[in-house]
């Protein structure tokens, strides 16, 4: 039985990931083989990370989403700026930093709860905080950064809609396949 290793996710517009690629052009110098950006259609917040799951419990989490998503009305999200994080722990990534926000905040706990409930997903030990990851890199790489990094990054992102990401782990990367989108509020 094939196992498909799914995530939940906000996408982000167009223009958004234009810009955060822009961004990754200002470390020309950084060394390819210690650091691994994410590509444009990758780029995304991670609400709820499911892992691998066969056929039958992807069509249970897809119907749990939709009924989460009736629950949450649109909303905005605004991120402030690029940091390198994570900050507990030795830094290992590029990240853009997005404010607290309730509403993120209570769509992300209903669906961790409801798939949670379902045996579907383990809670995370973690808090949620709202991030868009831009890079991963080696620990060698912070002896070329600067000892710190807080670049101003001013974007506001419309969510209305949340889908259900595939992602396939390949030697160049991951590469993502939406299997279903499901707006807010209907």
Same mark, same amino acid.
């Given at each position: ?12 517009? =167009? ?5 955060? !690629?822009? $961004? ?9 083989? *210690? ?14 990370? !499911? &892992? ?6 992807? $069509? /249970? ?5 939709? #009924? +989460? ?15 390198? &994080? ?10 853009? =930093?997005? #404010?607290?926000? %309730? /509403?993120?905040?209570?769509? *992300?706990?209903?669906? /961790?709860?409801?798939?949670? &409930?379902?045996?579907?997903? %383990?809670? #995370? ?13 080696? $620990?060698? !790489?912070?002896?070329?950064?600067? #000892? ?7 974007? %506001? +992102?419309? +969510?209305?809609?949340?889908? !259900?990401? *595939? ?7 991951? =590469? $993502? ?7 807010? &509020?209907?």
């Amino acid at each position: 039985m094939t196992k498909r290793r799914l995530f939940i996710a906000v996408n982000l517009p =167009e223009n958004l990931k234009s810009k955060m !690629v822009n $961004y990754q052009a200002k470390w020309p110098d950084l060394d390819p083989k *210690q650091i691994r950006w994410v590509g444009k259609s990758n780029l995304h917040i991670t609400l709820v990370f !499911v &892992g691998y799951v066969n056929d039958d419990e992807m $069509y /249970e989490i897809c119907r749990l989403v939709r #009924e +989460v998503t009736k629950r949450h009305e649109p909303f905005f999200i605004n991120f402030e700026r690029i940091v390198i &994080g994570p900050p507990h722990d030795t830094p290992r990534m590029f990240w853009v =930093e997005g #404010e607290k926000s %309730q /509403e993120l905040a209570n769509l *992300q706990k209903d669906l /961790e709860n409801t798939l949670a &409930g379902g045996n579907l997903v %383990q809670k #995370e030990a973690r808090a949620f905080k709202p991030h868009i990851t831009l890079a991963r890199f080696r $620990y060698q !790489v912070l002896k070329s950064l600067p #000892e710190k990094i807080d670049d101003p990054f001013k974007a %506001q +992102v419309s +969510v209305d809609s949340i889908e !259900v990401m *595939q992602s396939n782990l390949k030697r160049t990367g991951a =590469e $993502y396949l939406m299997l279903e989108s499901v707006e807010l &509020g209907e």
